[in-house]
């Protein structure tokens, strides 16, 4: 689990909080009609803008942002590189006997494909279209967010118009005047809060998963094509270890077998 995405999202919150807290009552920044416009005009604009579809599968892409790990990439490496081994002793077809273990669908597919003797033009291309679809889909993730992050200030704008139109329909009652004027401020606060705390961050951390996960697929791709062009183990490996981020590099070079 990637912790410093809630971290960010707990620290953000926690320190806005205890800001207000340390200054008076937590209790005045809380306003329920606010949250209805802020909210609810967000959720209602994401739903003209996008297709429901779209916005059930975002919730399977959403955990990209919490879960996460680096070492993935490097543990692609001895995989490929045992298949490259395999393949040269005791040919290609001996790869089949690692097709159902193996939990990486799109690794599990190319692997069918080297067994059943598809050339590798007609590989190349069909893992590219998954590819392809991949970042679509993620696309549509982090997009969604980006949008909610635009949505919320323009509806905490919104509400701060209803609540000043209400502040001076109430400048005979003095009154009223003051929850007229909460709702005016408290919902600019919730929306800026929710795009810059929220929306946004979850988008720009999707983004980068989503880069994260085509790598590690150009490198799966990249990897089985080598096994089956017959490359030695070694070349193998050292083209997938120019796939790898600097900083995951420096590290395999010290733990790993290069």
């Known amino acids: 689990?990637?912790?410093?995405?809630?971290?960010?999202?707990v620290t953000s919150f926690g320190l806005v909080v205890i800001a207000i807290a340390s200054q008076g009552n937590l209790n005045v920044f809380f306003n329920w009609q606010s949250i209805l416009i802020v909210?609810?005009?967000?959720?209602?604009?994401v739903l003209v803008n996008y297709q429901l579809k779209d916005i059930l599968k975002v919730f399977k892409v959403v955990k990209n942002a919490f879960f996460y790990s680096a070492d993935e990439l490097i543990d692609i490496v001895?995989?490929?590189?045992?298949?490259?081994?395999?393949?040269?002793?005791?040919?290609?077809?001996?790869?089949?006997?690692?097709?159902?273990?193996?939990?990486?669908?799109f690794l599990a597919e190319g692997l069918r494909m080297?067994?059943?003797?598809?050339?590798?033009?007609?590989?190349?291309?069909?893992?590219?279209?998954e590819i392809d679809y991949l970042s679509e889909r993620h696309r549509i993730g982090y997009e969604l967010f980006e949008a909610m992050g635009n949505y919320a200030p323009a509806f905490g704008m919104i509400g701060t118009?209803?609540?000043l139109i209400l502040m001076l329909k109430s400048l005979d009652s003095p009154s009223k005047i003051g929850p007229a004027m909460s709702i005016a401020l408290?919902?600019?606060?919730?929306?800026?809060?929710?795009?810059?705390?929220v929306f946004l961050p979850i988008a720009g951390k999707l983004?980068?998963?989503?880069?994260?996960?085509?790598?590690?697929?150009?490198?799966?791709?990249?990897g089985l094509l080598t096994v089956q062009q017959g490359d030695i183990p070694r070349v193998v490996e050292q083209k997938l270890v120019s796939f790898l981020p600097t900083n995951i590099r420096e590290r395999?070079?010290?733990e790993g077998s290069l």
């Open 161 to 163: 118009l209803i609540g």
């Open 39 to 45: 909210l609810g005009g967000t959720f209602g604009a």
């Open 1 to 9: 689990m990637d912790l410093t995405t809630l971290l960010g999202i």
């Open 252 to 254: 395999y070079l010290r």
């Open 186 to 197: 408290v919902t600019t606060f919730y929306g800026a809060i929710l795009a810059n705390v």
């Open 207 to 222: 983004k980068e998963r989503s880069n994260f996960e085509i790598l590690k697929k150009q490198m799966i791709m990249n």
């Open 78 to 105: 001895p995989r490929i590189v045992e298949f490259s081994r395999v393949s040269r002793r005791d040919g290609l077809l001996a790869l089949e006997k690692y097709i159902d273990d193996e939990e990486d669908t």
């Open 114 to 129: 080297i067994v059943d003797g598809i050339d590798p033009i007609t590989i190349k291309e069909v893992l590219e279209n």
